[in-house]
C-alpha cells in the first residue's frame, strides 16, 4: 500500500486533529464547570425569607450551590440572619401578637434585642404580598450560627455536600452605632464567627458597602470577597471605588452587559447576578456567560 505524503494532506489532518482536540477540551471544561445556583434568602418565593425553613427548603433542589443570606447584630453580640437590622412591618410580628407598624418597626432595632428576645417575634405568619407563592408559617429570625449547623445536620442525614454560603453584610455609614456595631467591630465579629463555623471554601462576604469588603481584604485575604451593585456607573468605576480585586462582582442583573461579562473574566474576576426571578431572564443571563445565579425561586431552576 502506497503512503501520500504529501504535505498538504499533512496539513489538513493535523489542522483536523487539532480542532478536534481542542472542542474536546472546551466541551470537557464547560461541562466540569460549577454553575452557582444561589438560593436568595434561602428560598424567599417559596418560604418566609432569611429561616431556617426557607434554607432547608432550599436544599431540596440539588442544583442549589449557594445559600444567600443577610446578617445583623443583635444586643448580645449574636450574628443573626435578617436582611433589615430592624424588625420589618411587612413580615413580622411582636410578641404580643400584634403586626410590626411602619412607624415603630426602626424603634424595633436587632442591636438592641437578645437573641432570646428576637425569638418571640413572628416573622413568617404574615407572609408576604410580593411573593402570593410563599408559605405562612410561623417562624422566627435565626442565628448565624443556628443555621449553619441545622444545615449540616440536614446534609450530614442526607449524605449531601456542604453548600457554600454566601453572606451580606448590611452595613452603611448612616448605620454606625445606630444599627449595627461600628464597622471594623462589624466585619471582625463576622471574619470569627464564620471561621469558627464553615471551612474556608465553604464562605464569601458580600456587601454593597466596600468598607468592611476593604477591612476584610486587609485582616483575611484569602477569604472570598464579592462586591454587590445596584448603580449605573459600571464596573470599572465601581472597582475603582473598591479599591482592590474581589473575586466576584454581583450587580443587579438588569444592568448587566455582556461586554461587563468579558472584560471581568479577563481580570479572573467571577459574575454573579442578583436576583433573578424569570426563567427566559436566566437563560438569556446563561447565555452571556454568567458564573452563577441568585435567585427567590431554586424550583425554576430544573425548568431549565
Not at 58 to 71: G, I, K, Q, Y
Not at 142 to 168: G, H, Q, T, W
Not at 273 to 298: C, E, F, H, Q, S
Amino acid at each position: 500500500m502506497k503512503i501520500n505524503k504529501n504535505p498538504r494532506h499533512i496539513n489538513v489532518a493535523l489542522l483536523l486533529l487539532f480542532l478536534f482536540t481542542t472542542f474536546t477540551t472546551s466541551a470537557q471544561n464547560m461541562e466540569n464547570k460549577t454553575f452557582d445556583w444561589q438560593g436568595h434568602r434561602g428560598a424567599r418565593g417559596l418560604l418566609p425569607e432569611n429561616t431556617i425553613p426557607a434554607f432547608l427548603k432550599a436544599l431540596e433542589f440539588r442544583a442549589v450551590t449557594t445559600l444567600e443570606l443577610d446578617l445583623a447584630v443583635s444586643k448580645d453580640g449574636i450574628l443573626i440572619v435578617s436582611h433589615e437590622p430592624w424588625m420589618s412591618e411587612k413580615i413580622c410580628t411582636k410578641p404580643d401578637g400584634s403586626p410590626v407598624t411602619k412607624a415603630e418597626e426602626k424603634n424595633l432595632k436587632i442591636m438592641e434585642l437578645t437573641y432570646e428576645e428576637i425569638k418571640q417575634y413572628d416573622c413568617g405568619s404574615r407572609g408576604n404580598a410580593r411573593f402570593p407563592e410563599q408559605a405562612a408559617m410561623k417562624t422566627h429570625k435565626p442565628s448565624l450560627a443556628d443555621v449553619v449547623n441545622e444545615v449540616k445536620k440536614y446534609c450530614f442525614m442526607r449524605k449531601l455536600d456542604l453548600p457554600s454560603f454566601n453572606i451580606e453584610i448590611k452595613s452603611e455609614e448612616a448605620y454606625d452605632g445606630v444599627f449595627t456595631p461600628p464597622i471594623e467591630d462589624y466585619a471582625k465579629l463576622v471574619v470569627e464567627e464564620v471561621q469558627q463555623l464553615l471551612p474556608r471554601e465553604k464562605v464569601c462576604i458580600q456587601s454593597f458597602d466596600v468598607r468592611p469588603l476593604q477591612i476584610i481584604h486587609e485582616m483575611e485575604p484569602g477569604i472570598t470577597l464579592a462586591l454587590l451593585v445596584e448603580n449605573l456607573s459600571g464596573p470599572k468605576a465601581n472597582l475603582e471605588r473598591l479599591g482592590f480585586q474581589p473575586d466576584i462582582y454581583s450587580p443587579y442583573y438588569k444592568l448587566l452587559r455582556k461586554k461587563h461579562i468579558k472584560s471581568l473574566h479577563k481580570k479572573g474576576i467571577r459574575v454573579i447576578p442578583w436576583t433573578v426571578n424569570n426563567p427566559k431572564a436566566m437563560k438569556k443571563l446563561i447565555r452571556k456567560g454568567v458564573d452563577g445565579i441568585i435567585t427567590d425561586y431554586p424550583n425554576l431552576i430544573e425548568a431549565l
